[in-house]
């Protein structure tokens, strides 16, 4: 039977690919790759990266067959999970069309883990529900941002007794507002806690681009320390071409 891998490669350093996705990278034929092709800043630099990976932990070169990515309305559409689902489905089509036109195992190559904000999952389940290609599949677990940025930080991401809540920087206000007080909060392009109210009342320990040569780490109370993450996520991007940022936020005893 036909395999197709989801492997997780973890945040960017060739040092953070576990034994066991060395070896599944080592065992397809090929792997698929999605090129977004919609000028996202720091594509280039994250290809890079992927390709590092594999230059390290290859025994062999594989081919690397890239999909153009469908356009994906990114505007905050009023029906958000329709659009992410049409997104979906063309993805599938396309990840379709290009496994039936090259034959053998399959490999994704899933930033972090595959099952944080990642959507390989559902687009080759997708693919399999369509019914036109048979195959098996099967997840490898990667280090995810969220596993660094606590080793960095040597942080236990829950409090002794408390639940840990993760959310995008869309959810933050809301998740917030609700009571959530132990949030890690990722795809926060907009860096959504400097509009929290009372910035005095949170501690946050962030991370940029960790795992990579520009990577960036900051703590403190929120108020007082807001001005230098700002500052800090502009250098790393200036120097990186591309900042992705991970944080913890936990809200302080009154
Ligand atoms: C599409 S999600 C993918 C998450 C990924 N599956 C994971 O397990 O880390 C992208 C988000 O992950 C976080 N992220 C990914 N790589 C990162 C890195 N090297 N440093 C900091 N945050 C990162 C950022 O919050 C970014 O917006």
Redesign the pocket.
């Given at each position: 039977m036909r395999r197709v891998r989801i492997i997780g490669i973890g945040?960017?350093h060739p040092d953070q690919v576990t034994v066991e996705a060395v070896r599944a990278m080592n065992e397809v034929d090929y792997f698929l790759v999605p090129d977004k092709t919609d000028g996202h800043a720091g594509t280039g630099e994250l290809l890079r990266a992927r390709e590092e990976i594999c230059r390290r932990h290859l025994s062999s070169p594989r081919p690397i067959v890239t999909v153009p990515d469908p356009e994906r309305d990114r505007d905050d559409p009023a029906d958000y999970r329709k659009a992410v689902e049409d997104w979906h489905e063309a993805r599938a089509a396309a990840f379709e069309q290009a496994m039936a036109a090259h034959p053998g195992d399959v490999g994704f190559l899933?930033?972090?883990?595959?099952s944080?904000?990642?959507s390989t999952i559902r687009v080759v389940e997708r693919v399999l529900a369509r019914g036109r290609l048979a195959f098996d599949y099967d997840v490898v677990p990667?280090v995810?941002?969220?596993h660094l940025l606590a080793a960095r930080h040597r942080l236990v991401l829950n409090d002794i007794g408390t639940s840990l809540t993760v959310a995008t920087g869309r959810r933050l206000p809301a998740e917030a507002a609700a009571g959530a007080d132990n949030l890690v909060v990722?795809?926060?392009g907009a860096l959504r806690c400097a509009a929290l109210p009372s910035p005095s009342s949170w501690w946050i320990w962030w991370?940029?681009?960790?795992?990579?040569p520009h990577e960036s780490l900051a703590a403190g109370r929120l108020d007082r320390v807001l001005d230098e993450i700002l500052r800090v996520r502009a250098e790393t991007r200036n120097a990186s071409g591309w900042v992705?940022?991970?944080y913890l936020m936990r809200r302080l005893p009154r």
């Open positions: 945040p960017g899933v930033w972090g883990d595959p944080l904000y990642d990667g995810s941002s969220l990722m795809l926060d991370g940029a681009n960790l795992g990579s992705m940022d991970t």
